[in-house]
């Protein structure tokens, strides 16, 4: 009798908690994609990568193969036994979209909303630091006081930890950038890639390699002669999303094309190569000149449809692996976390079913274990969870709304962190 009532009642509650407040809000109206792909006869799928996650684990960052650092919405984990054991160290308000830390005491990280966090004991503390007018984004520290940022297009400098930032007056805007040291790094401006030796202070031109169309671009620079570029076209179509990823082993005097996606190659001027690693570049992860490991999607392939490829000569070989935890459905939006230390440790930070979940492989990708949060079979006890239900939207072929109500994120709390309150406004 009580199973038949509670059946009964819970749905007619959670339809009531939408309708009363607790639903899809302006924010998330307007950032529903009309991109779709069927994932099976019951499922429809929309993915963009310039999105960010509204819930899950956004970003994790391993300095060694011990000492690492995941983070998402409202929460920062730590672990010093290589993941084995995750901690809660800090939970908040922030939505951590990626960390940087210069060794494993000294680090920081950037929420959604271009907020900083800064911790000086190995992510066991996180202070916020001191907002500015100016929200700055894709922090990159070459010291334990100098680090880089940018924001509009300028290049922005603080030598004191992240605390004051001011602005360097370059002659062309960065749209994207990478330092190797305190002197030496490289920008992209309008596809060109750039160098500088004096700290960004000036630019000088490198390559271009002149692409059709608008491209975000990624820069990793190694070292002064090892720079891999990542182009991603600013427009999708039901075939996937083209890129381009180049390397240069010299500095920038000759340039090798390491992948694309095959189905774009009018757009990729006089760079050709075989090598495919998906539909859609999620991410990559570059290790070593050697090493390196990259995420594509496949939306409409019927199997294989989320696979990492691993190189270990410099890209012009690559092989691919399934990860048979993730299916399309797992991902929503926005660049799948990974991080690697070398050939073979490595960890990826995604969102499952709405829940934060951090995978990790010890062959170089194919085969994978969870983990966190710690299954049911490590004898896990009096977990205790952050994060209320979470209704999200989709848009299925005919632009109708499916709705998706998660079960609250598996977050494991400590005892003096278990104290929060369930806020639903209109």
Not at 15 to 26: A, D, E, H, R, S
Not at 48 to 63: S, T
Not at 170 to 190: E, L, M, P, R
Request: some cysteine; glycine content about 10%.
């Amino acid at each position: 009798m009580w199973r038949l009532l509670y059946k009964t009642i819970m749905p007619l509650a959670i339809l009531m908690v939408f309708l009363t407040g607790c639903g899809i809000n302006k924010t998330q109206e307007n950032g529903i994609n009309d991109t779709t792909y069927k994932i099976n006869r019951n499922i429809e799928f929309s993915y963009n990568l310039n999105n960010v996650p509204k819930f899950g684990l956004q970003a994790i960052y391993f300095i060694n193969g011990k000492d690492g650092w995941a983070g998402g919405q409202g929460i920062i984990l730590s672990t010093n036994d290589g993941g084995k054991n995750w901690t809660v160290e800090h939970t908040g308000s922030f939505n951590i979209t990626g960390f940087d830390f210069i060794n494993s005491i000294y680090g920081w990280a950037i929420s959604s909303d271009k907020s900083i966090l800064k911790t000086t004991d190995g992510g066991k503390t996180w202070i916020e630091l001191p907002k500015m007018n100016l929200n700055i984004e894709n922090i990159k520290f070459v010291t334990v006081d100098r680090g880089y940022g940018t924001y509009g297009g300028k290049l922005y400098i603080t030598n004191d930890g992240g605390r004051m930032w001011e602005s360097i007056n370059t002659k062309i805007k960065i749209d994207s950038y990478d330092f190797v040291d305190q002197y030496h790094g490289f920008a992209s401006y309008n596809n060109s890639i750039y160098y500088t030796r004096d700290g960004g202070i000036s630019w000088n031109f490198v390559y271009n390699p002149y692409l059709q169309g608008q491209w975000n671009v990624e820069i990793s620079a190694l070292d002064i002669n090892n720079i891999w570029v990542i182009y991603r076209g600013k427009w999708t179509t039901s075939d996937g999303q083209p890129y381009l990823v180049l390397k240069t082993a010299d500095g920038g005097k000759s340039w090798t094309a390491l992948a694309e996606e095959r189905n774009f190659g009018g757009f990729y001027g006089s760079h050709k190569t075989n090598n495919f690693l998906g539909s859609y570049l999620s991410s990559i992860s570059i290790v070593d000149k050697e090493t390196a490991f990259a995420i594509g999607l496949n939306p409409k392939n019927d199997s294989d449809k989320i696979l990492i490829s691993r190189t270990t000569d410099g890209g012009n070989t690559w092989s691919s692996y399934p990860i048979p935890q993730f299916d399309l459905e797992s991902i929503i939006e926005g660049p799948i976390p990974m991080t690697f230390v070398d050939t073979y440790n490595g960890w990826i930070a995604s969102t499952k079913n709405g829940n934060g979940i951090i995978l990790n492989t010890l062959d170089g990708g194919q085969t994978w274990q969870q983990q966190y949060p710690a299954r049911k079979d490590n004898n896990q006890k009096n977990i205790e969870y952050v994060n209320p239900i979470i209704i999200d939207a989709l848009k299925d072929i005919e632009s109708n709304a499916i709705i998706k109500i998660y079960a609250p994120t598996v977050v494991p709390l400590p005892e003096d962190k278990k104290k929060f309150v369930y806020n639903c406004r209109a």
